[in-house]
């Protein structure tokens, strides 16, 4: 099974779409095909479920990978970055994520504690592909073969101590008689000589034939041989240096994070229902009890996300949605939206300077903070669209401090529906 995106700039649109069901395990691959601007950089895709995020590595050259087998039934967030280690200014390309809804499976193990096979971090992952092209490099540095080693240099390299004669004699293996331990068969009398093991991985020749190709006196032939799959001493430095880059920019991504004040998913309604207040006709209602009274609010089928609708409101009804947990704000920092509108129309967010109110007590004061003109207003414009976007809102122009955000929708032409609400900051 196979879904199929395009990465083109800072978006990422689905080509392909498939039904996803819980509790697969490296079945469901996802394919990428990157315009131009991304050719250069090592690629990641990440998968972001509640408060888990996962990591796939493609490289530079890389176009698929598996879905993570954690994923369960929700709302999955995908995205991918990319970084060019040979830029000094620490480049990182990234997209706006789409989501992927993974739907529950009639799937019943016969052990219920069975592990499920966890996703490699970012570090380990990139160390395997270093593995994989490790694997084949001897004798594949330089076009015509003069920087390449002989077997016997190679085995000087990794210890071994005696002139070239002694080293093969060495791979003879006469009896045994000098082994160590001589632990593994009597007398060495079922051991095999590297020659007879070489013949039976495909050399032909005789033994003398063998020895002399041992020797790699100075690699003329190497013109004969296609060395395009191996990698030279130098691409395995490289690989090597980007998994230290690698390493060190996961190190700095950990101090950049989201203060997540929303998040649409079937868990919305216990996550935020007592942090999220709403201001209406009606009065000052937390998001669970207002949920009940406008079922249409937040409900599964928009998969629970802050729906300023017609069916609840009307035409050009006013909600105002007040942001609870306070949000230490500095002028570095960005504002994150994911949502869909209707139309495109002003926007009218505020941040409020936090107090210590709680509950409908703190949802009147930002309500009252907001009318009195004692509010940070920022201003900025909802994006018609018919798939949900996310925009970011700098607030450059913003003091330091601990504030609340509070937000204003209208039921009429944009009719916005929020789907996530996140303080990006550094």
């Known amino acids: 099974m196979m879904l199929k995106f395009l990465v083109k700039g800072q978006k990422i649109e689905i080509l392909e779409r498939e039904v996803i069901a819980s509790d697969q395990i490296a079945f469901v691959t996802l394919k990428f095909v990157f315009d131009g601007d991304w050719k250069k950089f090592h690629k990641v895709v990440q998968f972001t479920q509640c408060d888990e995020t996962y990591n796939r590595v493609l490289c530079t ?146 033994e003398t034939e063998w020895l002399e190709s041992l020797k790699g006196a100075d690699g003329s032939d190497a013109d004969d041989m296609d060395l395009s799959g191996y990698a030279t001493k130098a691409e395995l430095q490289k690989i090597t240096e980007n998994a230290v880059y690698l390493e060190n920019l996961i190190k700095q991504t950990s101090s950049v994070s989201d203060t997540v004040l929303f998040e649409s998913g079937t868990d919305a309604l216990e996550k935020y229902g007592e942090n999220i207040y709403t201001y209406y006709n009606d009065g000052y209602r937390s998001l669970s009890g207002f949920s009940e009274s406008y079922p249409h609010f937040c409900c599964a089928e928009n998969d629970y996300a802050l729906h300023v609708n017609q069916t609840d409101f009307g035409w050009a009804g006013t909600v105002f949605v007040m942001c609870l947990t306070p949000v230490f704000i500095t ?53 018609y669209s018919d798939t949900s976007i996310s925009v970011m809102q700098s607030l450059e122009n913003v003091s330091d401090g601990e504030y609340y955000l509070a937000f204003q929708g209208t039921s009429d032409n944009s009719h916005p529906m929020v789907k996530s609400i996140k303080f990006m900051k550094g």
Request: proline content about 3%; charged content about 20%; some cysteine.
């Open 61 to 206: 050259d890389g176009l698929s990978c598996l879905l993570p087998a954690e994923l369960h039934a929700g709302a999955v967030k995908l995205s991918v970055f990319g970084y060019d280690a040979d830029n000094t200014s620490g480049l990182r390309a990234t997209t706006v994520p789409v989501t992927l809804h993974i739907r529950a499976s009639g799937f019943v193990g016969e052990d219920a504690d069975s592990p499920i096979p966890p996703t490699p971090d970012l570090y380990t992952q990139l160390l395997q592909k270093i593995g994989e092209v490790q694997h084949g490099k001897d004798g594949a540095d330089g076009k015509d073969g003069k920087d390449g080693l002989s077997a016997y240099e190679l085995a000087v390299e990794n210890g071994f101590t005696g002139t070239l004669a002694e080293w093969l004699a060495s791979l003879k293996g006469k009896d045994g008689e000098n082994g160590v331990d001589g632990k593994n068969g009597v007398n060495g009398s079922d051991g095999k000589s590297a020659y007879i093991i070489a013949v039976e991985h495909g050399f032909s020749g005789t």
């Open 331 to 383: 002028s570095a920092m960005h504002l994150i939206l994911n949502y869909v509108v209707g139309a495109l129309e002003n926007a009218e967010f505020y941040l409020v300077r936090k107090t210590d109110k709680t509950g409908s007590e703190l949802a009147r004061h930002i309500y009252e903070e907001i009318q009195n003109g004692n509010a940070v207003s920022l201003s900025f414009q909802w994006l």
